[in-house]
């Protein structure tokens, strides 16, 4: 079950150690790089892991696309942005993730409007405590965490194609490992709606089909990752109990990102074969890990 110890168990076992090992094999020189001219497009990008992220990307010097629903914060986060890494590249696009009909269309302007896109990067993530539909009568959880993640990648791939070392990375979650791939309960209308293990199913769903988009594309890079258990508002309001037992332990949104930028940034990622899930910097097969935590 997702239940807080768990998510200890996967944490100590599996994240904790891992982590340790493979920060010291984590190359610094991999992220001493200029990413001027390339661009990157973040979703989520106002808050925690996302934030991070667009922050050591702009102090790279990359062009940052700043998918956000909330429009003062988004614009915040820019400003904040610019200010510390003195790069102006920084623009806001307002999308509500939710909104699957929204989602397409901004992906098929955005490709119309911009020449290049090097680096997608689906970071945004929710946990449901209810069951709620979209406009679409699409069940929330799956139409943020999959459905619009299937939709940019989707939609973006031309963009992607044509524009130099193209780069697509997932923040999946840890908690995948809670849930094997289940097709047959996709807008969960059968059975008590249980938030945590919707949102299990969708992090495991990211990691499939993540594998599949590297098989059908192979001029990109697709990448999933696992950010370790980070201090973040998701964390605090969605999972308070987990929040509150592992809140010594849990890593800053800056180390969260660590990997994320890696995979954005460095040309060691592009070394490791597509499709996978990483870690620290280290690959991993989540089916293996799958079996290794069902035994
Ligand atoms: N924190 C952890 O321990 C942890 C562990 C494993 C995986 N993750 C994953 O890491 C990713 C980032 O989460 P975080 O921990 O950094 O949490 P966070 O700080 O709460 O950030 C989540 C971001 O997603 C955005 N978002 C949520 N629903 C959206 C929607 N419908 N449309 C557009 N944007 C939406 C949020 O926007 P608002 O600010 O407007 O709400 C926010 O910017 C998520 O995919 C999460 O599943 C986190």
Redesign the pocket.
Known sequence: SFSPENLMWVHNDWILGAFDAASKRFAEKDLEVSVAGRSFMI?????????ATAMAIAKKGGTIHL????KD?AEETRAEIVKESGNKEIYVHI????ETKKVWEFAEAFKKKYKTLNVLIN?????MTKREVNAEGLE?SFA??SL?VYILIKSLIPLLEKSPDPRVIT?????MLVQKLRTGNLQSQRGRYDGTMV?AQN?RQQVVMTEQFAKAHTNIHFSVM??????????T?AMPDFHHSMKER??T?EQ?ADTVVWLAVSEAAVTKPSGRLFQGGRTQTHTNIHINIYI
């Open positions: 979703t989520g990008a106002n808050s925690g892991i996302g934030k998918v956000c629903r909330n914060k999308l509500d993730l939710s970071n945004a993530g929710c946990m929330k943020i965490n619009a923040v999946t979650s840890g908690g949102y992090k696992h950010p370790g258990w980070v201090d973040t508002p998701m964390i309001n849990l890593r949104p969260g």
